[in-house]
């Protein structure tokens, strides 16, 4: 059973450039959350998403930022309109339907540059 | 709205001293609480998980936690650090809410240097 996927792992990107980050769960896993790391500032939560459905977006800049976990295929995080600030380790996590105890398993990350 | 705090940014030990990381959260109702650690350039790890029963939870690699549900509070221990023990440690909460479970939640983390 492969780990949670994420690709690629750098990404470099000029300002105004859009990103697009990916995510394949684990397998059997139906739940997926994406987070950003900061120097300094740990993770700090964006999404949190069911196959198809957007279950929290709290954490999300309201502009530039999109998230999606379709049916088919990966969960996919989308950057519009890269601007410096967007520079950061976006990890990816999965776990399997909310119960008692599941624990979410990290991807290794994506590190995105913006030049 | 569900939140942690974890007390200490840096922390720095030698080899054979005993380990101790606070980690308060903010919710109400009943919690599931995770430590997670990430060595160096390496992805997030599951360290210990508590969701019920006895309030002292013992993970991987010595580490044990324990719940204290009236300071909600689930400190990190370890008696004795070894230099491998080098990371930054992340402490977790997710919540029950009538909906089901939240998200999960991370603290600003704590980073460890265990000097040999």
């Known amino acids: 059973n492969a780990g949670v996927m994420q690709n690629p792992r750098h990404l470099v990107r000029r300002r105004g450039q859009e990103a697009r980050l990916r995510c394949s769960p684990m397998?059997?896993?139906?739940?997926v959350y994406w987070y950003r790391q900061l120097p300094e500032e740990g993770l700090k939560f964006m999404v949190y998403l069911q196959k198809e459905n957007i279950i929290d977006e709290s954490g999300m800049p309201k502009e530039r930022f999109s998230a999606e976990f379709p049916k088919e295929g990966p969960s996919i995080l989308r950057i519009q309109q890269v601007v410096r600030g967007d520079s950061a380790a976006y990890f990816c996590?999965?776990?399997?339907?909310?119960?008692?105890?599941?624990?979410?398993?990290f991807g290794q990350g994506t590190r995105l540059t913006v030049v | 709205a569900q939140s942690v705090s974890q007390h200490n940014h840096h922390v720095i030990l030698s080899e054979a001293a005993s380990l101790e990381l606070g980690c308060n959260y903010s919710?109400?109702?009943?919690?599931?609480l995770f430590w997670y650690v990430q060595y160096p350039g390496q992805h997030l790890q599951l360290l210990l998980k508590y969701f019920s029963g006895d309030p002292l939870v013992k993970g991987i690699k010595g580490f044990e936690a324990e719940f204290i549900k009236s300071k909600f509070s689930f400190n990190l221990r370890k008696p004795s650090v070894q230099w491998s023990d080098t990371a930054e440690y992340f402490c977790?909460?997710?919540?029950?809410?009538?909906?089901?479970?939240?998200?999960?939640?991370f603290g600003a983390g704590t980073r460890l240097a265990v000097h040999p």
């Open positions: 397998k059997g896993h139906s739940h």
């Open positions: 919710y109400g109702g009943t919690v599931n």
């Open positions: 996590a999965s776990s399997p339907p909310t119960g008692p105890g599941t624990e979410a398993f």
């Open positions: 977790a909460v997710k919540g029950l809410s009538s909906g089901g479970y939240n998200k999960l939640i």
